[in-house]
């Protein structure tokens, strides 16, 4: 398999990671502790295949990487015909279906590459060596267009909601000693 | 060098991250080290001292390591695309706080995230054949 491709399911994970993570944060219990668990998974996977340079438990993490986004689907079923309110289920619409995106391109990929390697004679899933120019290139494409998506999603989490401007923020130490030095004139 | 993805990234996002943070005293001559409100690079990108000096050290390590060799790039290439996206994920759970540094809702964030995957990704996975030097 192209390193590319394997760098490409990492950054899905990554961004989806990165996102149920926010949306976990500002989620009411229940869906804190799955939505939390899911975050921590994903960027584990994400880390452990990079590191590795082998797709980390393939057949699992293709089933799995389902799953948070049939809990949205329950979650927003429940909403909707179970009347309960938006604000009790706590899953902002924008970044969920980002994270969903990330998820079911993750799983589409997995189930694709299985098949390939059940129809070739190579060994599944086996790695390529990344080098050069291409494998950075790739690098950048990929980190461009997953920022790209994962960004907007997370700015519109409750975490989005209350982040300070680039330039806004400092350190609160500093910030008081500033504040300090003020007081005189 | 060409040979190697670190370095090629550590080299480019170093110079790109100096150039920034020297570019961004141009846009702060009048504002206070760590002001709330402060200069835009090319109108775009808000920085006030503070981060013109976080941006100038992390692009002279970035640049240091990119030029000397691929351990030593894909070691900061690591630390700093994993620093990045830690103290993102922190601040997911320190919202309404004076210790929460992040900050999404401008389009800086993305070339932020962007670096953090990049060098993330260059640092995890590529040059797995250089094993860790002791000098």
Same mark, same amino acid.
Do not use: Q, Y
């Given at each position: 398999m192209a390193p590319a491709i394997r760098l490409l399911l990492a950054f899905s994970a990554l961004g989806a990671g990165l996102i149920h993570l926010a949306v976990g944060a500002g989620a009411p219990f229940p869906l804190?502790?799955?939505l939390v668990g899911f975050g921590i998974a994903e960027l584990g996977w994400a880390v452990a295949t990079l590191y590795t340079g082998r797709i980390v438990l393939p057949r699992l993490t293709l089933g799995g990487s389902l799953v948070p986004v049939a809990v949205w689907a329950a979650t927003a079923t429940l909403g909707s015909g179970l009347g309960v309110s938006a604000q009790a289920?706590?899953?902002?619409?924008?970044?969920?279906?980002?994270?969903?995106?990330?998820?079911?391109?993750?799983?589409?990929?997995?189930?694709?590459?299985?098949?390939?390697?059940a129809n070739s004679n190579r060994r599944p899933l086996s790695s390529d060596k990344p080098a050069g120019w291409k494998f950075a290139t790739a690098l950048v494409l990929g980190g461009v267009i997953f920022s790209g998506l994962t960004t907007p999603a997370l700015a519109a989490t409750n975490a989005g909601l209350y982040a300070v401007p680039h330039g806004s923020h400092s350190i609160p130490a500093l910030e008081f000693l500033e504040s300090?030095?003020?007081?005189d004139h | 060098m060409s040979k190697s993805p670190n370095r090629l990234i550590a080299t480019i996002f170093g110079a790109v991250y100096l150039l920034v943070g020297l570019l961004g005293f141009a846009y702060t001559g009048g504002v206070n080290f760590v002001a709330t409100s402060g200069g835009l690079i090319l109108g775009v990108f808000e920085v006030n001292p503070l981060h013109n000096v976080a941006h100038l050290l992390i692009g002279a390590a970035l640049l240091i390591a990119g030029m000397s060799n691929v351990s030593a790039a894909k070691a900061t290439n690591t630390t700093i695309g994993a620093v990045y996206l830690l103290l993102g994920i922190v601040g997911f759970f320190l919202v309404g706080t004076g210790l929460n540094i992040l900050a999404l809702n401008t389009a800086d964030h993305f070339l932020h995230l =962007?670096?953090?995957?990049?060098?993330?990704? =260059?640092?995890l996975g590529a040059d797995k054949s250089v094993k860790s030097v002791t000098v």
């Open positions: 804190w502790v799955l289920t706590g899953l902002p619409l924008f970044p969920m279906f980002i994270a969903s995106l990330f998820n079911i391109f993750l799983a589409v990929t997995l189930a694709v590459l299985a098949r390939n390697a300090d030095s003020h007081a | =962007a670096s953090a995957l990049v060098l993330l990704g =260059a640092g």
